[in-house]
């Protein structure tokens, strides 16, 4: 059963940060990807209070492939994404600042998606897979 947070203000952004990335260590997250979940949180909310003024993210545990992992999701009403397709071309190879946030997200998570209804809003899914058991940490 999912979780689900209601985003309108900075203030959200705060309080929902902390409590995924507590979440995260409950879960078996190390630090690091603790920390990662929590920046990309932060980034997808922020996305959501600037340009779709509100919304609503889930956190689900998922088990795909034997493996286990925290399912994201960030849904808002704002106005959508003209071309998605150009913005993810953006965000897998530029620098451009306007997907900076996105980038990072893609960067951090171990999966993540975009999709959009132009003028209905936007959602993204990011999933961060729980590393096997004795794996050596990334640096």
């Known amino acids: 059963m999912g979780r689900y947070f209601r985003i309108e203000y900075e203030w959200d952004i ?8 507590e979440l ?3 879960w078996g997250f190390d630090e690091l990807d ?3 979940i929590a920046r990309s949180v932060s980034e997808l909310l922020r996305n959501v209070v600037h340009h779709a003024e509100k919304g609503l993210l889930q956190v689900e545990r998922i088990e795909r492939d034997g493996k286990s992992g925290m399912l994201i999701i960030v849904q ?8 998605v397709s150009e913005l993810m ?3 897998q190879t530029s620098q ?3 997907s900076s946030g996105l980038k ?3 960067q951090l998570m171990d999966e993540f998606s975009i999709r959009t209804v132009e003028g209905r809003g936007t959602m993204v899914e990011a999933i961060k ?3 096997p058991a004795g794996a050596a940490a990334d640096s």
């Open 129 to 131: 897979w729980l590393k």
């Open 76 to 83: 808002d009403l704002g106005p959508g994404i003209a071309d």
């Open 24 to 26: 995260a260590r409950e």
């Open 96 to 98: 451009s600042v306007e």
């Open 14 to 21: 705060v309080s929902t940060r902390s409590q995924l990335r």
């Open 104 to 106: 990072q997200v893609h």
């Open 89 to 91: 071309k953006k965000v």
């Open 34 to 36: 603790q920390s990662r």
